[in-house]
């Protein structure tokens, strides 16, 4: 009890501060905190959506290795619409369609006009699925490098109040500069408060992208053996 009493003494203060604050800090303070929601509504979006894009690029490589019809595995691969490895697939189907041409009745005897184009195609496909998966990444980056510098003009901003403060007054006591510090150190802490966070959602995100990058490379080549074993001669 007595701890729940001091934090809501405490938030109360904080919450005190921030409305006689001036306001240039205040504004600071609001664009902090915009800042910090946006990266934390991207930042839970985000690892929902990784999350999702992993599950089904597990199911639907399983579905690729252990099925012998290309044809099944486009149709399959329409349940999977986060899965970039299931985008990439759609694509190179669709290309080996087009670049496909019968020369019997013997599907063994079926050939590709060009497996350079059928690479680009996968490679094109790969770019677009990357892009995908980077989006609204640069924000994380943004408030990472961007919100310790706003923090800071509001700390100078709290600095020049407090030496107002302590020019205007008849002694030079602590009650002269404290609202002043105070208003530099809160807004000191919202700046770090909101780029902490995004850094680090940041630099995990890109280590999954990595691996992301890495599967699909992994999978374009696997694909390419297989229509190379299957229609080049």
């Known amino acids: 009890m007595f701890y729940l009493t001091l934090a809501q003494g405490e938030f109360s203060s904080f919450w005190t501060l921030v409305?006689?604050?001036?306001?240039?800090?205040?504004?600071?303070?609001?664009?902090?905190?915009?800042?910090?929601?946006?990266?934390?509504?991207?930042?839970?979006?985000?690892?929902?959506?990784?999350?999702?894009?992993?599950?089904?690029?597990l199911e639907f490589y399983e579905r690729f290795r252990h099925s012998s019809s290309l044809s099944e595995i486009y149709r399959e691969s329409e349940k999977y619409p986060k899965s970039p490895l299931a985008g990439i697939y759609r694509s190179g189907y669709e290309e080996l369609s087009h670049q496909v041409r019968n020369t019997g009745t013997n599907p063994g005897s079926t050939s590709i006009r060009s497996l350079n184009g059928l690479e680009r195609s996968l490679q094109k496909a790969a770019t677009?699925?990357?892009?995908?998966?980077?989006?609204?990444?640069?924000?994380?980056?943004?408030?990472?490098?961007?919100?310790?510098?706003?923090?800071?003009?509001?700390?100078?901003?709290?600095?020049?109040?407090?030496?107002?403060?302590?020019?205007e007054g008849t002694s030079t006591t602590i009650q002269a500069v404290a609202p002043g510090i105070s208003e530099a150190l809160v807004a000191t802490a919202a700046g770090l408060f909101a780029a902490i966070p995004a850094v680090i959602a940041y630099n995990h995100f890109l280590g999954r992208l990595k691996v992301f990058g890495a599967e699909m490379d992994d999978f374009m080549a696997e694909l390419l053996n297989l229509v190379e074993r299957s229609f080049v001669s």
Do not use: C, D, H
């Not at 910090?36 to 894009?53: G, H, N, P």
């Not at 990444?137 to 600095?159: C, D, E, H, M, Q």
């Open 19 to 57: 409305r006689n604050s001036g306001t240039l800090a205040q504004t600071v303070l609001v664009i902090l905190l915009i800042f910090s929601l946006i990266s934390w509504a991207i930042i839970f979006r985000k690892a929902l959506f990784y999350r999702q894009v992993q599950r089904q690029s």
């Open 128 to 167: 677009s699925e990357m892009t995908t998966l980077e989006q609204s990444l640069n924000w994380l980056a943004t408030t990472g490098s961007v919100t310790p510098f706003i923090g800071l003009f509001g700390t100078v901003i709290g600095i020049i109040n407090a030496f107002q403060g302590l020019g």
